[in-house]
């Protein structure tokens, strides 16, 4: 059987090859080039000079990369011709030449194994569960909650391996924040070739950061081709879960919209709901007077007509940050109430569509996809993190945390100072006063500045006295009357699992435990709580960098891994030891402290709770996460034998 990234055999004329060539990835091509002839010249005879990649162009001259292109055309005709045969298997060593080749540096080998699973040249899925044995399987329902990114991955691979499984969604449609962010200009700010399930690589996309549309279809799809409608149940919500040792199961109550309830019996039970999607509305004196409309950014009321309206947009975080230019040019008036100055990343591609040429390679050029999501793994994993990290030693510590902080600041002010030129009063709003990437960074290609430069859009930094019934008054007594109020305030997200109830073992709260501290054993069980998983845990959002998709394929492997011990060996439970899960939040919380997160001058962030602590993100590089979850590690579990009845 051919390889699914072999690429599609194609028929398509000299010319129209020649024409896609001028939108490709020059260092994509060179690498498929490598495939398609089993010859390493075409690395070997080019090479990049950059330390950090330009995934679509390489830093290459431009007449180096006329010269791929000329030497690419008839290569790729010939392998036309010749009926576009499938490639042989290129030997591991040169596999290697061409990840350092593509990476400008030396790719180290903490990180062959997870790069190996993600370009997945043999295309066989290599996170894929193993199908149980029928009668071991029948015996181990599963309640998955929620049916965003990370409930249709459960729901796929549960499929695979042949589990009985309820989804148990709260919306009436599969995507989670995708399906329930609509408001305008909401799109993805990690690139959507990496922001996809490695095993479905959507060669469609019609932007590189594609837009909510695009991704809440993309969840849709998957839904349907991986036959998981007949197990999800729409529009109903889980309020509580209890676990009953007797008989070794959950009983999760759910609530239609009618507000009729209704158990499910499971013996696992798996969270979906991520991190960001209850909405947080601020306490504001006076909210409720507010005579005319007014929404969260997640809720956006699309039957409120914004033209010619005087509008509030309350927060400016990464939703503000999109909307704000998406209505700028309807609005009559648009105050964005920002309380704190976000940095932001330059990123002339963020609102880029793709080219016919491109999504043509994706389609035809063999492993040019898997290449091409290896370009935006690499500089858009880790690189994040070094910068994240604080050396002890970097002597400003109030400037930066670490040399290459300080690099990041540096290029960030850049950015901001070269486009606001004179206007000294905006420049005094929109720099940020506290170290680089210590908030989670924005992607931005100039729109944010040049929104807030309109005559019809203010900035306001004044903080929010009160809301009146048809004004916003800050703290200096100015009233800014407006007709509508936009909430881009964000969302609960350190409220781990708010607001269902978690019972476990002997009647353990989960909320109760966690008190404000959210801790998981790598993120995924908890103490007390036995087959309770989650996705998306606490210690498991990603501040950094990577994908929250990548991230939750580790984890359900992991998930996979518990679940077949549970059905093969006929087990009552599992759950992690208490000192296992105490030393995991140990050490994370070690590793936060050292981050520019934890920064003392970030007075406000999403990640900090109310005592200023964090427990949501994860402080670890990718190949530590990865290694850490790869498979359980059963010493550090209370089994429990023998499944009661
Ligand atoms: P957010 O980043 O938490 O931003 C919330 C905004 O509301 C901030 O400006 C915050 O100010 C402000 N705010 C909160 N409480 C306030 C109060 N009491 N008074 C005044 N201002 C207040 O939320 P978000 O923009 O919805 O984004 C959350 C996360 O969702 C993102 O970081 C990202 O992970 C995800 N997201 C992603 C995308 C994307 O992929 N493009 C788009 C949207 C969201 P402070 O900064 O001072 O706290």
């Not at 490639?87 to 350092?100: H, N, S, W, Y």
């Amino acid at each position: 059987m051919r390889n699914r990234y072999a690429g599609e055999p194609f028929t398509t004329t000299d010319s129209e090859i020649a024409a896609a060539l001028e939108h490709l990835s020059i260092p994509t091509l060179l690498l498929s080039c490598v495939h398609i002839t089993g010859d390493p010249r075409f690395i070997r005879d080019f090479r990049q000079n950059g330390i950090f990649l330009n995934e679509i162009e390489g830093f290459m001259s431009e007449d180096d990369k006329a010269r791929a292109r000329a030497e690419a055309l008839p290569v790729i005709v010939d392998y036309r011709d010749r009926g576009c045969p499938q490639p042989a298997p290129l030997p591991a060593g040169l596999v290697k030449e061409m990840m350092d080749w593509a990476a400008c540096e030396i790719v180290p080998d903490a990180y062959l194994g997870l790069l190996a699973e993600e370009l997945d040249l043999e295309g066989r899925d290599p996170r894929s569960p193993a199908p149980l044995e029928p009668s071991r399987a029948a015996e181990l329902p599963v309640v998955v909650i929620g049916c965003g990114e990370s409930g249709v991955l459960a729901g796929i691979r549960l499929a695979q391996a042949r589990l009985p499984f309820t989804i148990i969604e709260k919306n009436v449609g599969a995507g989670g924040t995708w399906w329930e962010n609509d408001y305008p200009g909401a799109r993805v700010d990690v690139a959507n070739h990496f922001y996809c399930y490695s095993f479905e690589p959507n060669n469609g996309w019609g932007h590189y950061f594609a837009e909510q549309p695009e991704l809440r279809a993309y969840f849709g799809d998957l839904v349907a081709k991986h036959g998981l409608e007949e197990h999800i149940r729409w529009g109903t919500e889980v309020t509580d879960a209890v676990w009953d040792e007797e008989t070794g199961t959950w009983t999760v109550t759910t609530r239609c919209a009618d507000g009729a309830e209704s158990t499910v019996t499971a013996r696992a039970v798996i969270t979906a709901v991520g991190q960001l999607n209850r909405p947080h509305l601020p306490d504001l004196e006076g909210a409720d007077t507010f005579a005319g409309p007014a929404f969260h950014s997640a809720a956006w009321d699309h039957s409120i007509d914004l033209t010619g309206k005087r509008v509030a947009l309350i927060g400016a975080g990464a939703s503000g940050f999109q909307i704000a230019p998406a209505i700028a040019e309807k609005v009559a008036q648009l105050t964005v109430f920002q309380r704190t100055a976000q940095w932001m990343f330059p990123n002339p591609m963020y609102h880029d569509v793709v080219a016919d040429g491109v999504r043509w390679a994706l389609e035809h050029l063999p492993f040019y996809g898997r290449w091409y999501r290896f370009l935006l793994l690499w500089p858009g994993a880790d690189k994040g993190l070094e910068a994240a990290r604080v050396d002890p030693d970097y002597p400003d510590q109030d400037y930066a945390v670490s040399e290459i902080n300080a690099l990041a600041r540096q290029m960030f002010t850049g950015w901001i100072t070269d486009q606001v030129g004179d206007d000294q009063e905006l420049l005094a709003k929109v720099l940020p006063d506290y170290p680089a990437t210590g908030k989670r960074t924005l992607q931005d290609n100039g729109t944010w500045l040049s929104t807030l430069r309109r005559d019809n859009v203010d900035l306001c930094r004044d903080p929010i006295r009160r809301i009146t019934p048809h004004a916003v008054q800050t703290e200096d007594g100015a009233l800014r009357e407006v007709d509508v109020i936009i909430y881009a305030t964000g969302f609960r997200h350190t409220e781990v699992l708010w607001p269902m109830r978690v019972t476990g073992r002997a009647g353990t709260d989960l909320h109760a435990l966690w008190g404000n501290r959210p801790y998981a054993y790598l993120g995924i069980t908890v103490p007390s709580f036995p087959n309770f998983f989650l996705l998306y845990g606490p210690g498991a959002h990603l501040a950094h960098g990577g994908s929250l998709i990548f991230n939750s394929e580790l984890e359900m492997r992991y998930i996979d891994a518990c679940l077949a011990k549970l059905a093969d060996e006929g087990l009552h439970s599992i759950e992690p030891s208490t000192q296992a899960a105490a030393e995991w939040h140990r050490a994370t919380q070690a590793a936060i402290a050292q981050t520019v997160w934890a920064h003392p001058s970030i007075k406000h962030s999403y990640f900090k709770n109310a005592d200023g602590e964090i427990h949501t993100v994860s402080p670890w590089r990718l190949d530590e996460y990865w290694s850490a979850v790869r498979e359980p590690d059963w010493s550090q579990f209370v089994i429990t034998q023998g499944v009661s009845s």
